[in-house]
């Protein structure tokens, strides 16, 4: 009788207590102004960063319940990775990782992420393989034997750079060698002639590469016209783009290379009025600026969709185009 007694207390107790931890968490749910989201970019050297940083202010002025921070990560294979274990829940990713992360295939081989889900494409990004302008490679085959860094391993640089080395015609590991190193510390690398190139995909011009070709002379390689076919004929996500004569410091000549897509990317777990919210503000203000004002990006409503799969496509995204078509 009295075990039973005490297990009624017991039980009373943790019933009250319950009552008044439920009762403060409704306190405080009720003093909620903002959600905070974290923003997976990738280094903070790259274009990601200080792009996802700009989003972000642009975010904490324009909407009332939603705050956005930029966090930097190692780039987008390591960003799709936090958004599947939801420690993120917005990223930029590389058109071809998110392809791959859906479809389950090359590096997400056997592991779909079926929940990934595309707001927009961004703007484009540009394969730039950079040597040093006395070093003698002047094209893809002479990087047989050669150093070359591509990136942080979970980086859309390293994802993309095998593919298209071995269209060219070289096989990892026999041919070349691979760093895998993050895009400021490669581009010391090759400064003091430890690696023999520096593969980065981003925007053009990027403050690495600008840096780099105002301490040294610098060459752009150019991707033939063969990769090219092959590539975006067999992928999806691969598209023709060029680097114009003075991107950088020596650069003479406009040259042709491939591309991807810098896409925005959440998951099914966003809300679509949040979604619809978020796409407002950035496409009301198209010109995204750094810190100091220059700008980084200047988006193209019409190019926003172009390229992504209806199945990627967040629901919210679907109905924030379809009604901007609709004006």
Not at 109 to 114: A, H, I, L, V, Y
Not at 148 to 173: P, T
């Amino acid at each position: 009788m009295l075990r039973f007694s005490k297990c009624i207390f017991v039980f009373l107790f943790l019933s009250f207590y319950s009552s008044l931890l439920y009762a403060e968490e409704e306190k405080y749910e009720a003093r909620l102004i903002k959600k905070i989201y974290s923003f997976g970019t990738a280094s903070i050297n790259g274009t990601y960063y200080p792009f996802g940083n700009a989003i972000s202010r642009l975010f904490s002025n324009n909407l009332k319940k939603l705050v956005t921070v930029a966090e930097p990560t190692p780039g987008s294979v390591a960003n799709v990775n936090y958004l599947r274990k939801k420690q993120i829940e917005l990223a930029l990713i590389q058109s071809d990782v998110v392809w791959m992360a859906y479809q389950g295939t090359v590096i997400f081989n056997g592991n779909p992420f079926k929940d990934i889900r595309v707001l927009a494409s961004l703007y484009s990004e540009k394969v730039q393989i950079v040597v040093r302008a006395d070093s003698g490679i002047n094209s893809l085959d002479d990087l047989k034997g050669k150093k070359i860094s591509v990136g942080e391993i979970e980086s859309g640089s390293a994802a993309g750079a095998i593919q298209i080395l071995e269209a060219a015609g070289l096989k990892n590991q026999e041919d070349y060698n691979l760093v895998y190193e993050r895009f400021t510390k490669a581009t010391e690398l090759l400064l003091d002639g430890y690696i023999d190139a520096v593969y980065y995909v981003g925007g053009v011009p990027a403050d690495g590469l600008v840096r780099l070709a105002e301490k040294i002379p610098i060459k752009l390689l150019e991707i033939p016209e063969s990769v090219i076919n092959t590539l975006t004929t067999s992928f999806p996500y691969y598209s023709r783009e060029s680097i114009d004569t003075n991107s950088y410091l020596g650069h003479k000549r406009s040259i042709k290379t491939l591309g991807f897509k810098a896409l925005l990317v959440g998951t099914t777990r966003l809300p679509s009025e949040e979604v619809i919210n978020i796409l407002t503000v950035i496409y009301s203000n198209p010109k995204i600026l750094s810190d100091n004002g220059k700008v980084l990006v200047e988006l193209n409503k019409n190019d926003a969709i172009k390229g992504v799969d209806a199945a990627m496509l967040h629901e919210g995204a679907a109905a924030f185009f379809m009604n901007q078509s609709d004006r």
